[in-house]
């Protein structure tokens, strides 16, 4: 093999890595676009891009406060105008997010006024963490860790068409039985 085959090879290989990634990108921004959606559901507030709709932190203080059932407990600018304004609202989210226990890491108000979609949707998927998945209890009162959570939850919805999952490796990564 020569220097340009190799060279084109591993082009092609970075090209591939990058559809992938795309490929999860999408799918977690639309199920975690969904799941944010059902918790605003009793508010006034709804999200169709989480990249634009997070930036001035408004419509993550809605959210959190619905997941918290609390007040965030700061003032924040109703409308901000100036991106110090937005960078002090999301700041005011990450700080309440830091007193109910939940970490943060290598994510900032600037990541997300700025709209960097992988570390929203990791941000996102520590709150499903912290609000849904990780309570110890299953809803029968049996012990289950967020990974059974998450099985049951699965199983409860492809259920109507005969189909079960037991891990979330083989069984979801190939698909076949989550395509009812």
């Known amino acids: 093999m020569t220097q340009d085959d190799a060279h084109a090879q591993e082009e092609d290989l970075i090209a591939?890595?990058?559809?992938?990634?795309?490929?999860?990108?999408?799918?977690?921004?639309?199920?975690?676009?969904?799941?944010?959606?059902?918790?605003?559901?009793?508010?006034?507030?709804?999200?169709?891009?989480?990249?634009?709709?997070?930036?001035?932190g408004l419509k993550l203080v809605a959210l959190l406060q619905q997941?918290?059932?609390?007040?965030?407990?700061?003032?924040?600018?109703?409308?901000?105008?100036?991106?110090?304004?937005?960078?002090?609202?999301?700041?005011?989210?990450?700080?309440?997010?830091?007193?109910?226990?939940?970490?943060?890491?290598?994510?900032?108000?600037?990541?997300?006024?700025?709209g960097n979609m992988k570390l929203i949707l990791g941000m996102v998927w520590h709150l499903i963490l912290h609000y849904q998945i990780a309570t110890g209890f299953d809803d029968d009162g049996t012990k289950g860790g967020p990974k059974n959570r998450i099985i049951k939850w699965v199983n409860s919805k492809i259920n109507p068409w005969d189909k079960h999952i037991t891990n979330l490796g083989p069984d979801w990564n190939h698909g076949k039985k989550m395509c009812g």
Do not use: Y
């Not at 795309?22 to 959606?37: A, E, I, M």
């Not at 407990?73 to 226990?101: H, S, W, Y």
């Open 16 to 56: 591939q890595r990058i559809a992938e990634d795309q490929g999860w990108v999408r799918v977690q921004t639309r199920t975690f676009t969904r799941w944010v959606n059902e918790n605003l559901k009793t508010t006034e507030h709804s999200i169709e891009s989480m990249e634009n709709d997070f930036a001035d």
């Open 67 to 114: 997941l918290a059932g609390k007040p965030i407990g700061a003032r924040v600018t109703k409308r901000p105008r100036i991106r110090a304004q937005k960078l002090e609202n999301v700041k005011i989210c990450f700080d309440f997010m830091n007193r109910e226990g939940i970490e943060m890491v290598n994510i900032d108000n600037q990541d997300v006024s700025d």
